[in-house]
């Protein structure tokens, strides 16, 4: 704990303390910046607490994946918008309601910080729920952050580097099909701007086809686009098909794995398979955990319960704006998780933070949205601005017009304007830029009836399995079945032959998967790994083998 920035309560000054450095969160901290009277900037201490850095322009992260801007040009740095507030790049530990504090988690020195507050703001947005799907947390590409668009990216242009040289057509396909599920916002402007990055960049590989190419949008409601008016969304519909992208609607995501995707649907409840390496996934959404274990009342989706002022009832000191916060509009419903509308709501909360210090009357939060727009890709988008129906390329004029003006810093706007006219001049980047390195212990998930590996494979990994059972065939014939607990594939590893058997999922299976990097180094230096995989080799009928081709580093 660090005193220096805990000091009692008679001797800080007034601290509103802002959790999250999102849209929402940042932009209450440059709205309290602006409204703070030159004596008030002395007396009340702004502190948010962020993850990164870095604000991400949310609806700039296609681009970022289709390349027609630069990764870094679609952020802002925090402290460039913040020049009186204090930050801190760090994660938070737990909330103190009572005590009024809030716990960080330790940075180079191994030691908490912790900090007080008078007010305390929210804005800690929602997280990807994997848990309603099976696999999609160990198989599917979250779209949320920046480093979900660069990791998007980077797998996009890998599945065309290995679908070049691949002479196996039914693997040549999985490759070549890319999966997005959900038709949101989100989903519809990412498999448009990945469609378009995947078309352009085809061309550069001599082996492949435009006409291999295979995008699916997969949307769980009638039609795309539910938020807007259904003209617009049937137009939205008609253009991706136009450009090739496959929409399935009325459809359920049931389950992911590391070469398909399981979808059932909602009209006859029959299932299919989609074979496919890459699958996307913009939904469901949750709160986050820090929210969840908050004592005060939220909705069925688990969102902070605020009224009109955005404050949480029976908590003075408490407030919640963005995507994590309930808030209710004067038309009757709730603000959607938006850009627009969280920057409004910030500005309300700022204006009554200060309202509430200074014993002034609170102002009720009376926005309700100017309008809606969605990117299509190259020249065309929908938009419902304040009651005005475009699509096309007036739409997607109005989409770039309107992003340009709100992103915030000048040096950003210029940044982003400049690529968006290289754009149109210039050809697509295509650099398979590596912006992650893969876990050496990670979890795998199959589907009843896949397989899991061939015999003859190279084997790249161990597996354990969690829950589920796995099949042993060789020659046609069953020669064991596995279950929890069991490991499988030790000996292509151990030895460094090919697999010697096929692995089939039995059930469901639900695995840790150990790289074969990591699997040697355990077997040649963790003490008593080494006699328990002979031990479970010569049960099994193997030799086991020396052990100095174990010791490479």
């Not at 999922?505 to 230096?525: G, M, N, P, W």
Request: with cysteine; aromatic share 6%; net charge neutral.
């Amino acid at each position: 704990m660090s005193n220096d920035d805990f000091p009692s309560p008679a001797a800080r000054n007034h601290r509103i303390l802002i959790l999250g450095g999102g849209f929402a969160g940042v932009h209450v901290a440059m709205h309290l910046e602006r409204l703070l009277t030159p004596g008030e900037r002395h007396e009340i201490d702004i502190v948010l607490i962020s993850n990164e850095n870095y604000m991400v322009f949310q609806p700039l992260l296609p681009e970022m994946v289709g390349a027609t801007i630069a990764p870094q040009h679609g952020v802002i740095p925090i402290r460039r918008l913040l020049r009186k507030t204090r930050v801190y790049i760090r994660e938070i530990q737990s909330i103190d309601l009572t005590a009024k504090t809030v716990e960080l988690s330790p940075g180079f020195q191994p030691h908490t910080k912790t900090l007080g507050f008078d007010q305390l703001v929210v804005c800690l947005g929602s997280r990807l729920d994997f848990s309603k799907v099976q696999g999609m947390k160990e198989h599917a590409i979250p779209f949320k952050y920046l480093g979900d668009a660069m990791r998007l990216r980077y797998e996009a242009v890998r599945a065309l580097e290995e679908a070049d040289i691949e002479t196996d057509p039914d693997e040549k396909q999985k490759l070549l099909t890319f999966v997005v599920a959900g038709g949101g916002f989100s989903g519809v402007e990412c498999i448009a701007e990945l469609h378009d990055f995947l078309a352009h960049a085809i061309s550069a590989y001599r082996n492949l086809k435009k006409s291999e190419l295979r995008c699916v949008l997969l949307q769980s409601a009638e039609r795309i686009l539910p938020e807007v008016d259904p003209v617009l969304a049937q137009y939205a519909h008609q253009i991706l098909e136009r450009r090739g992208i496959e929409i399935q609607v009325n459809v359920r995501l049931n389950a992911v794995s590391a070469d398909a995707v399981v979808v059932t649907s909602k009209v006859s409840s029959d299932s299919k398979r989609i074979p496919t390496r890459t699958v996307v996934t913009t939904v469901p959404s949750a709160p986050d955990p820090l929210v969840s274990a908050l004592p005060c009342e939220r909705d069925r989706a688990g969102r902070i319960i605020v009224n009109e002022f955005l404050n949480v009832p029976n908590y003075a000191m408490l407030w919640a704006v963005g995507d994590c916060a309930a808030v209710p509009q004067p038309d009757g419903i709730m603000s959607p998780p938006t850009a627009q509308h969280a920057v409004r709501q910030a500005n309300t909360c700022a204006a009554n933070l200060l309202a509430t210090h200074r014993k002034q009357k609170q102002s009720k939060f009376l926005f309700t949205g100017l309008g809606k727009l969605a990117s299509l890709g190259r020249y065309s988008a929908v938009a419902e601005v304040m009651g005005i129906k475009m699509r096309g390329i007036p739409a997607w004029m109005a989409w770039k017009a309107i992003y340009l003006m709100k992103i915030p810093g000048w040096d950003r706007k210029v940044r982003v304007a400049i690529d968006w006219i290289i754009d149109v001049i210039l050809p697509r980047d295509i650099a398979q830029l590596r912006v992650h390195e893969s876990d050496s212990v990670h979890q795998l998930f199959f589907n009843k009836g896949e397989t899991i590996f061939k015999e003859g494979d190279f084997g790249d990994q161990l597996l354990v399995i969690v829950k589920g059972e796995v099949e042993i065939i060789k020659d046609g014939k069953v020669l064991s079945s596995l279950k929890q607990g069991d490991i499988f594939g030790e000996f292509a590893l151990i030895s460094d032959h090919p697999r010697s058997a096929q692995a089939n999922a039995k059930t469901d299976v639900h695995s840790v998967a150990i790289s074969r990097e990591a699997f040697q180094k355990l077997v040649a230096h963790l003490p008593g790994v080494r006699p328990t995989i002979d031990s479970i080799m010569t049960s099994r009928g193997y030799k086991p083998p020396e052990v100095k081709s174990l010791d490479k580093e």
